[in-house]
């Protein structure tokens, strides 16, 4: 079972969200998908991290408001689900699969590398906000071991000078 | 063998539907729809097709299981949840040739007479749910989804619905449940979802791969589908090589090749000269098989008598450097961490398992630890637990204690004893008399 740290939310955080005309024209889109309107908690947390970056207590309260559950329900559902996240991350976040053909074909590597040139451990941020490093399982890219997620994209058949080069034109970027 | 699910790799635009449609595509799709949906159904049960997701239950048996009379709608949903380590097959098909996804999902659809379809995919695959999604609209756009489909007066709606980072939820019942927007926790069998499915009605899942065969099936019959592979073991199948080859991934071969042959000719052999030491033959929830047993026919009824399953066709090979005890541990880190926690069998023997593990890694192993493992593991698998996750951790790591024990015994033989913590007394509750805290 994954587990999270619990973290004291800041009063702006507890905040409920508002949708905007854009916001509530993709929900319009998507509650014709399904017959219940629950169906639409997991699409529209994607909206809402795609939109505020995060899932704060504040999404959770507007995302129950609209749809018509409680903020509990919401709450257990964003829990359970590794990739809704539950603090503001960082600009790039590093996923690194940790699972048997990436561990075995360099990711540990990969791993110590990161771990020593950022300054991280697991679960951490860079102190500029810049990258936040995660060990997460198996990506479905064993061909292509090791593979690190960063954000929304795949990099594939990593090595220490690849990922070197990826992110100083990250960081160059930022 | 000429590539069928795969034909499209290599091939320029392959995406689009203009290349799709050049290539004879949605002609399954039309046939279909002329021949009705039970004698579809009735095809794809003579052409003997057992399901790509891992089970290999027979795919036309699924679909006529929905009842004929029900009243209301029925739903068909494409497992996109490729989540079992060392799978990737999906992905390539989706990569390459998303069309024959579609079109598969569509005939499906009209077999069993559901007027919507989801395709479940997981949260990570972002640029494939998008790859989907754009082809949904081109098929929408050409008629081949949406109203009255070519005239035919069949509606059909696909959706594409993305998971958020959950293994379990490729389990169908968790499936379910995670489209109709809760947590991923799998259901009681039976009712199975062919009678109660997706937001209680009848409901069949099927794999990707598996859903890419039926246009086939359709436009070139049973017969030439189950002249492929074995009998009861028929087709062609995508394996997934990855891990010490010197050519990983995707071949697709018929069923019944044997696994030397997948790693040795397709995949390159092990790489640097090294030798085979071990081997998933279906992703890391199947049982572990020695360089010895490389000569095992890939298909599930040779898995099976081998004591292993095909699974998903993830093959993850490990030269002789490899320590089969971290092998075990990082398996029991993979099923800790994606273990739902509903049942106790499952959510605490999974973490038991990878906390001794550590222990051993850490050079703290004690005489009893395999022994200790090995009842774990017992008390995880065959039924005690709602979904298969329970054997899903057990019966990888059984196969490797059993197989490789002397490994765990020479790593416990030179272990120190762990350092003894003094046991915290919790401030709020006394010390419980005889237990001696």
Redesign the interface.
């Known amino acids: ?2 587990t999270r740290p619990i973290v004291a939310a800041s009063p702006e955080a507890l905040q409920i969200v508002t949708f905007d005309a854009t916001m509530e024209a993709r929900i319009a889109e998507l509650l014709p ?4 309107r ?6 529209l ?2 909206l809402c991290q795609e939109r505020f970056g995060w899932i704060s207590p504040g999404v959770v309260r507007a995302v129950a408001a609209r ?1 018509g559950e409680s903020p509990a329900f919401v709450e ?2 964003v829990s ?5 996240q539950t603090a503001p991350p960082a600009r790039y976040v590093l ?1 690194v699969c ?4 990436c ?3 360099g990711g540990r590597e990969l791993v110590a590398h990161l771990k020593e040139r950022l300054g991280i451990s697991f679960g951490e941020k860079t102190p500029d906000g810049v990258f936040q490093l995660v060990g997460v ?9 090791p593979v690190i ?1 960063i954000n ?3 990099y594939e058949n990593l090595d220490i000078a690849k990922l070197d080069a990826i992110l100083d034109e990250l960081a160059g970027r930022s | 063998m000429e590539p069928v699910l795969l034909r499209a790799r290599g091939v320029s635009d392959s995406r689009s539907i203009a290349t799709y449609l050049a290539a004879g595509g949605y002609e399954g799709w039309k046939k279909a729809l002329g021949m009705g949906p039970d004698a579809v159904t009735k095809e794809v049960l003579d052409s003997e097709l057992r399901g790509r997701g891992g089970a290999g239950f027979p795919t036309g048996r699924k679909w006529s299981f929905v009842p004929k009379d029900h009243p209301g ?1 029925r739903y068909l949903v494409c497992n996109a949840d ?7 097959k999906d ?1 390539e098909i989706i990569e390459y040739d998303p069309h024959q996804v579609v079109e598969g999902v569509a005939i499906a659809s009209f077999a069993i007479k559901a007027n919507t379809a989801y395709i479940y995919i ?6 494939w749910a998008r790859i989907l999604e754009d082809a949904i609209a081109e098929a929408r756009q050409r008629g081949f989804v949406g109203k009255n489909v070519m005239g035919s007066g069949f509606d059909l ?1 696909v ?1 594409v ?7 379990i939820c490729g389990e169908e019942t968790a499936l379910l449940e ?7 926790f799998p259901r009681l069998k039976p009712p199975f979802p062919a009678v109660v499915g997706v ?1 209680g009605q009848p409901t069949v899942i099927n794999n990707v791969e598996t859903l890419a065969c039926v246009p086939h099936i359709i436009v070139r019959g049973a017969a030439w589908f189950a002249s492929i592979g074995r009998p009861k073991n028929t087709g062609p199948k995508l394996f ?5 080859v010197n050519r ?3 071949f697709e071969l018929p069923l019944g090749v044997t696994f030397r042959e997948i790693i040795e000719e397709h995949a390159g052999g092990v790489r640097g000269g090294r030798q085979l030491k071990a081997f ?1 033959p279906g992703g ?1 929830s199947a049982p572990i098989l020695t360089a010895a047993e490389v000569d095992t026919m890939a298909d599930f009824d040779a898995c099976a008598a081998a004591g292993t399953m095909l699974g998903s066709g ?1 093959i ?1 090979v ?1 030269d002789d450097t ?1 320590d089969m005890v971290d ?1 075990a541990d ?2 029991a ?2 099923y ?6 509903q049942c106790t069998p499952c ?1 605490e023997g999974s973490d038991w398992c990878m906390d001794i593990l550590d222990r051993i890694v850490a050079g703290h192993g004690r005489p009893a630890d395999p022994d200790t493992l090995l009842r774990i593991c017992r008390f995880s698998s065959a039924g005690m637990t709602i979904c298969p996750l329970g054997d899903a951790f057990a019966l990888p790591i059984s196969s490797i204690v059993n197989k490789y024990r002397s490994e765990f015994e020479r790593r416990i033989a030179s272990a120190t004893p762990l350092p003894q913590k003094k046991q915290p007394v919790l401030p709020w509750a006394g010390p419980c008399p005889g237990f001696g805290i």
């Not at chain 1, 359970?80 to 809704?84: A, N, Q």
């Not at chain 2, 997981?122 to 640029?127: K, N």
């Not at chain 2, 995670?178 to 991923?184: D, L, P, Q, V, Y």
Request: some cysteine; hydrophobic content about 35%; glycine content about 12%.
């Open positions: 079972m994954s998908r399904y017959p219940t629950r169906a639409a908690i997991l699409p947390l994607w749809l257990g559902v359970f689900y590794t990739m809704y996923q940790t699972t048997l053909s561990a075995w074909c399982q198996c990506l479905g890219a064993c061909g292509e071991a997620q929304d994209d795949y | 709608p490729e989540s079992e380590p060392g799978t990737f992905r997981r949260g990570e695959f972002v640029r709606d959706w619905h993305r998971g958020a980072g959950a293994y995670s489209i109709e927007g809760k947590r991923g937001f997934c090589v990855s891990g010490h990983p991934g995707v998933f890391s993830g993850i490990f490899v092998v990082n398996v880190h993979f800790a961490h994606e273990s739902c926690g959510r």
